[in-house]
């Protein structure tokens, strides 16, 4: 069953993709708290690359970094080789952002790969509680060999993303 986000947002996916419901049993357990997932058309060698969207409220002291060594952690427990190869603090300081790149070695299905993510956190405001924020973390998911050739569609589909105040018509 999927999660829900801590604040509504709204988003366009790239021509092509393919919205999924991730649901336990299907290979998602990698990715708990998964709210939406979308997967790219053409498969690289039977892996689909991938868009996950979770979310959460995380405690004052968290900083994005913070946040994004817990994801390196938590893919350390499922994953092998697991390497940061880029991080980035973007954004302003009313919008603070994070970028970083993991690659890594992971089965899927009943075969080894070679995979690459790469992850964007958000920090957004609570539009109830002004004082409070949720961090939203994209990710895009996808082999070594086809990571480069999708990531324009990752691009493009993370400038659609805002925060669905419901006042859009």
Known sequence: MPATLPVPISFRLP????????EP???WEAAPGVAFAAVHP????????????????????????DLADESVDHLRGIAAS?????????????????TQRLTF???SGDTRRDLVQSQ???SLEDVDDPHKRAVIRL?????????DAVL??????????????????
């Open 105 to 107: 070695s992971a089965v």
């Open 82 to 98: 697991v390497s940061v190869a880029a991080r980035r603090e973007v954004g302003s300081a009313e919008a603070p952002a994070l």
């Open 15 to 22: 021509d092509g993709w393919l919205p999924v419901r991730p």
């Open 139 to 147: 990710a895009l998911t996808a082999t070594a060999a086809q990571h």
């Open 120 to 122: 964007v956190y958000l």
């Open 25 to 27: 049993g299907d290979g």
């Open 42 to 65: 053409l498969p690289d060698a039977g892996f689909s690359a991938n868009i996950t969207i979770d979310g959460e409220i995380p405690p004052d002291a968290a900083t994005l970094a």
């Open 152 to 169: 324009a569609d990752f691009q493009e589909f993370l400038r659609t993303v805002r925060p669905d105040t419901g006042t859009e018509a």
